[in-house]
């Protein structure tokens, strides 16, 4: 019965070999590539369903919805340079793209200098808080259409949508990011007499790179659009300008298409230049594929025996960890204190009267 019971425990603990269609299944489901790849097919199933299902509805729309062949075959002839707009894609771009970065680099200047007041005075962030969230709340619509009056068409409009629209979300996280750096930090520099300038240059600024970075990645994405907007309603050229003349034009493939291209140089910008930086900038942070993904032991039927005594020492470990801590803190054990009075003494045992043998 006892050698039943062993075999049967050896079998427990012997990690059961996996299928080959359950690898490739865990594979498909799991990798991050499978996801981007599935992503564009779903958008378009789901296309050629839309067109379908509406010229079911309304077969006059058949003229108008652009199928995907049309849209494709405009985006590379796009690329090829081969365009009837007054500039090709390219030089579209480039006029956008110089807007676009004299726009967020005067946002991040101006938003990090009141995000930084904000963050240590109390008075300036009551001072500004009201018109940042009034700043905030408007949409991007609304400064096109004041920027295009004011200033009419040209390069200034555009560009100062794009600092209206991405100062904001600079100041808030810039706030936030000095809120929450260490207090530690600034009480070791005022023990040691640092100057503010210096705190602020040596302390502050490096503490505030992950805040600065999700603020130049919001303003980027946010003035991107409002850049585009601004261009439809106040410019002459650039690439929401573009679009406005494909519209005109009738055709609808061109709108789309141009959309398209958004999304691709939006895509290609993020992974040059903002995934490149933050590879150089937090070379600290600890890599996702290096941490212990719970997913990949969720499906473990049981424990095997090296898991088990790994979990038996870490509770060994844990264990003695907490005594320590409780030593530490309580100090040791209750020990019973000695009395210091002296024991009573003993009671002698009864005395027997001895018989005498004289009586």
């Not at 963050?119 to 400064?143: E, R, T």
């Not at 919001?218 to 410019?235: I, Q």
């Not at 930086?277 to 499906?299: N, Y």
Request: proline share 8%; net charge neutral; charged share 15%.
């Amino acid at each position: 019965m006892s050698a039943d019971l062993r075999v049967a425990e050896r079998t427990a603990d012997t990690p059961q070999p996996v299928s080959v269609v359950r690898r490739i299944w865990r594979w498909i489901t799991r990798s991050s590539l499978t996801g981007r790849l599935t992503f564009p097919v779903v958008c378009l199933i789901v296309w050629l369903l839309a067109i379908k299902v509406v010229t079911t509805i309304w077969p006059f729309a058949v003229d108008v919805l652009p199928t995907p062949g049309q849209v494709f075959g405009f985006m590379f002839d796009e690329i090829k340079g081969d365009t009837v707009a007054p500039h090709n894609m390219y030089e579209t771009f480039a006029i956008s793209l110089q807007r676009l970065g004299i726009g967020m680099i005067i946002a991040l200047v101006i938003g990090t200098i009141i995000g930084v007041a904000m963050g240590l005075s109390k008075a300036v962030n009551a001072f500004f808080n009201d018109w940042v969230v009034a700043i905030l709340a408007m949409p991007n619509l609304a400064w096109a259409l004041f920027c295009s009056l004011a200033f009419g068409f040209g390069d200034i409009g555009p560009t100062i949508v794009v600092v209206l629209t991405g100062v904001p979300f600079v100041i808030i996280n810039v706030r936030e990011g000095v809120r929450n750096t260490p207090s530690d930090l600034f009480d070791m520099a005022r023990s040691f007499d640092v100057p503010r300038e210096r705190v602020i240059w040596h302390v502050l600024i490096p503490s505030l790179l992950p805040f600065l970075f999700a603020a130049a990645r919001y303003a980027f994405a946010l003035g991107w659009k409002g850049l585009v907007v601004a261009e439809v309603f106040g410019g002459q050229d650039g690439a929401g300008w573009t679009i406005k003349f494909w519209y005109d034009a009738h055709r609808a493939y061109g709108v789309v298409g141009y959309a398209l291209l958004f999304v691709i140089f939006a895509l290609i910008f993020e992974k040059l230049m903002f995934d490149q930086l933050s590879k150089r900038l937090f070379k600290w942070r600890p890599s996702i594929d290096a941490a212990d993904v719970v997913e990949a032991r969720f499906d473990a039927a049981a424990p095997l025996p090296a898991s088990v005594a790994a979990a038996e020492a870490g509770a060994t470990a844990t264990s003695a960890a907490m005594g320590s801590i409780t030593l530490a803190t309580s100090g040791p054990p209750h020990q019973p204190v000695d009395d210091p009075s002296p024991p009573p003494p003993a009671q002698d045992a009864p005395k027997h009267p001895r018989s005498n043998d004289h009586g």
